[in-house]
C-alpha cells in the first residue's frame, strides 16, 4: 500500500500514557506499506511523545508479517519532556511480541 498521497499521519496508539495505545492484534498479511511520511521536511508535524507508524504498543500487542519501506518522519516537539520515535513503534511494552516485521527508511 503506497502511503505518499496521505497528507497527515496520525500514529496508531500515539499516546505514551493513555488509554489509546494500541492493544490488539494486527496481522500484515506479508504486505508493505511503503513511503509512509510524518509531517515535512519544510513543516514538521507535531505528534503525541510517542510517534511512528505505531506510537505505543502495550498491554499483550502483537504485530506481524509486515514491512514499512521508505519511511520519513519530520516532527516538531515544542514542549519540553521526552520524545520517542521508532519506524515501527516509538515504544514497546513489556509482553508486546513483533514478528517479521521490516523497517526501512530514505
Known amino acids: 500500500m503506497d502511503l505518499s498521497s496521505v ?10 500514557n493513555s488509554s489509546n495505545n494500541f492493544k490488539g492484534n494486527f496481522d500484515g498479511n506479508n504486505k508493505t506499506i511503503s513511503n509512509l511520511t510524518i509531517g515535512t521536511l519544510a513543516t514538521p508535524s507535531y ?33 519540553a519532556g521526552a520524545f520517542i520515535v521508532g519506524g515501527l513503534a516509538g515504544v514497546a511494552s513489556a509482553g508486546v511480541q513483533i514478528d517479521n516485521c521490516h523497517v526501512s527508511g530514505l
Not at 50 to 57: E, I, R, V
Open 47 to 79: 505528534q503525541n511523545p510517542t510517534s511512528g507508524f505505531f506510537g505505543t504498543l502495550s498491554n499483550g500487542a502483537s504485530i506481524k508479517n509486515l514491512t514499512l519501506a521508505n519511511i520519513a518522519f519530520y516532527l516538531n516537539r515544542s514542549v
Open 7 to 16: 497528507a497527515i499521519w496520525t500514529s496508531v496508539g500515539n499516546n505514551l
